[in-house]
């Protein structure tokens, strides 16, 4: 997924936003797969453990025991047809996750070659927040920033000021 880019700006966004809410030691599921971030959490100190690849949409399991801190999720709800399942099914106090943003000038992210990569969900801030208080959780902090591209044209200059990421840290209720 990352062969030929690398989100260096989300990633030392995220990361931030994660340290500024969880300390190090702790105990992180990160939903999906072992990825870059991952790998960056570990490196920072964190104790994390990915999915493995099972369906989220309708296995639980990984998520339903209380052995770990935080639970995160960078770039996971919007692939999933029913995130409020999930949501409502996680056993850890807190929640670190992020989201990109819907944008008004450009359609949902569909990958014609890979059937996981791809948006069901083009969540806009409100309607997340929404989610998250619904499956019970209080969000506590939350940051949104926007993502430059270099090419010409009008999106890219939209893309100069328009929020893409949307991160927000939660508690269980």
Do not use: C
């Amino acid at each position: 997924m990352y062969e030929n880019t690398y989100p260096e700006k989300r990633f030392n966004k995220t990361l931030a936003f994660l340290q500024k809410h969880i300390p190090q030691p702790a105990k992180i599921l990160d939903l999906g797969v072992s990825n870059p971030f991952s790998e960056i959490m570990k490196a920072e100190g964190y104790e994390v453990q990915n999915t493995t690849g099972e369906d989220l949409d309708d296995d639980f399991h990984a998520v339903q025991t209380g052995e770990y801190d935080v639970v995160t999720a960078f770039e996971i709800f919007e692939h999933l047809l029913a995130p409020y399942n999930i949501l409502k099914e996680i056993q850890a106090e807190k929640l670190v996750t992020s989201i990109p943003l819907k944008l008004w000038f450009s359609p949902a992210y569909r990958s014609k070659s890979d059937k996981w990569d791809r948006h069901y969900h083009e969540f806009e801030d409100w309607q997340f927040n929404w989610l998250l208080e619904k499956s019970g959780w209080q969000i506590k902090d939350s940051i949104k920033w926007a993502h430059p591209v270099k090419k010409l044209g009008i999106r890219p200059i939209l893309r100069n000021f328009t929020p893409r990421y949307y991160a927000v840290y939660a508690e269980k209720i």
